[in-house]
């Protein structure tokens, strides 16, 4: 089962990193999902996820205060924006347009309502 959870700690991390270059792929929710497999299946894996001068400060903040950095919400914010505004752009249904707005604004809701870091 270990093994398991490595290997899924792995592929979220790969995920995770993509995420920083693809605006509609989130950084910060698979880096977490990686901190929580990785210490459930390797200590080492773990240990270097925490320490990394990336990866590490955004997990820590988020589990001592539940806090995100203002560039990340600031970075969060333009990925959104770009998103809905290339939807528009190709001429998305009007429906889905209306569904793509309502969860993008939740999402924005929820970041900008965490602390700061």
């Given at each position: 089962?270990?093994?398991i959870?490595?290997?899924?700690?792995?592929?979220?991390?790969?995920?995770?990193?993509l995420?920083?270059?693809?605006?509609?792929?989130?950084?910060?929710?698979?880096?977490?999902?990686?901190?929580?497999?990785?210490?459930?299946?390797?200590?080492?894996?773990?240990?270097?996820?925490?320490?990394?001068?990336?990866?590490?400060?955004?997990?820590?903040?988020?589990?001592?205060?539940?806090?995100?950095?203002?560039?990340?919400?600031?970075?969060?914010?333009?990925?959104?924006?770009?998103?809905f505004?290339?939807?528009?752009?190709?001429?998305?249904?009007?429906?889905?347009?209306?569904?793509?707005?309502?969860?993008?604004?939740?999402?924005?809701?929820?970041?900008?309502?965490?602390?700061?870091?």
């Amino acid at each position: 089962m270990r093994y398991i959870w490595a290997l899924a700690g792995l592929i979220s991390v790969s995920l995770g990193v993509l995420g920083i270059l693809l605006p509609l792929l989130p950084t910060v929710p698979f880096l977490l999902l990686a901190a929580f497999c990785f210490a459930r299946g390797s200590e080492r894996l773990h240990a270097w996820m925490l320490s990394h001068p990336r990866l590490g400060p955004p997990i820590h903040n988020w589990q001592q205060s539940g806090s995100i950095s203002r560039m990340a919400k600031k970075m969060a914010t333009l990925s959104v924006v770009a998103v809905f505004g290339l939807s528009w752009v190709i001429g998305l249904k009007p429906t889905v347009l209306v569904i793509q707005a309502v969860t993008l604004t939740c999402v924005m809701i929820f970041i900008w309502s965490r602390p700061d870091a």
